[in-house]
T-cell receptor, first 113, second 110 residues
Framework: AQSVTQLGSHVSVSEGALVLLRCNYSSSVPPYLFWYVQYPNQGLQLLLKYTSAATLVKGINGFEAEFKKSETSFHLTKPSAHMSDAAEYFC???????????FGAGTTVTVRA | EAQVTQNPRYLITVTGKKLTVTCSQNMNHEYMSWYRQDPGLGLRQIYYSMNVEVTDKGDVPEGYKVSRKEKRNFPLILESPSPNQTSLYFCAPLAGGEQYFGPGTRLTVT
């Protein structure tokens, strides 16, 4: 069974500052890992995914995440926050032959001008 | 253009009144899921379907039913809704290892 823990339910950053969202997973099999973003009153949009290729994954809107097997982590970063990054972010995991996503509780990002 | 449609988008109903939330996809995907989203809990899978006439329970199936009579449609049925089913619901077809989420249906049961 897979599960995900997102550290910090709320993160506040200044515009232009580094965004770091933490995600740790537990999985009995090599996982697929995902980050999704949800803007207010919208559905979920895929930011990036790890599928056992390169450990550093680049996504949309300047986000990237690094898969670290030794730390069972898949933290999301963006070097410079923009006001438009204010949203809720979800980390999710699935097994290689498992079509179900297991989600973390989410992290809400606010960006201060 | 890949599209997932859910109806209704918003619904307020009363306890015990049967309702159906429809989901339709134009991507010809075999695998589809329903999730519910609740604050502090993230998204949890309710039911999924591997193909027409093939459905199975997810993590939180109690109080829900689904059907898959044709590939494009995957309705979620609440036979007797209760207040604890107040939530935001997402339909999500799967393609290429990626789930595409519909726009969501916000359901309130009073």
């Amino acid at each position: 069974a897979q599960s995900v823990t997102q550290l910090g339910s709320h993160v506040s950053v200044s515009e232009g500052a580094l965004v770091l969202l933490r995600c740790n997973y537990s999985s009995s099999v090599p996982p697929y890992l995902f980050w999704y973003v949800q803007y207010p009153n919208q559905g979920l949009q895929l930011l990036l995914k790890y599928t056992s290729a390169a450990t550093l994954v680049k996504g949309i809107n300047g986000f990237e995440a690094e898969f670290k097997k030794s730390e069972t982590s898949f933290h999301l970063t963006k070097p410079s926050a923009h006001m438009s990054d204010a949203a809720e972010y979800f980390c999710a995991v699935s097994g290689l032959n498992d079509y179900k996503l297991s989600f973390g509780a989410g992290t809400t990002v606010t960006v201060r001008a | 253009e890949a599209q997932v449609t859910q109806n209704p988008r918003y619904l307020i109903t009363v306890t015990g009144k049967k309702l159906t939330v429809t989901c339709s996809q134009n991507m010809n995907h075999e695998y589809m899921s329903w999730y519910r989203q609740d604050p502090g809990l993230g998204l949890r899978q309710i039911y999924y379907s591997m193909n027409v006439e093939v459905t199975d329970k997810g993590d939180v199936p109690e109080g829900y039913k689904v059907s898959r009579k044709e590939k494009r449609n995957f309705p979620l049925i609440l036979e007797s809704p209760s207040p604890n089913q107040t939530s935001l619901y997402f339909c999500a077809p799967l393609a290429g290892g990626e789930q595409y989420f519909g726009p969501g249906t916000r359901l309130t049961v009073t």
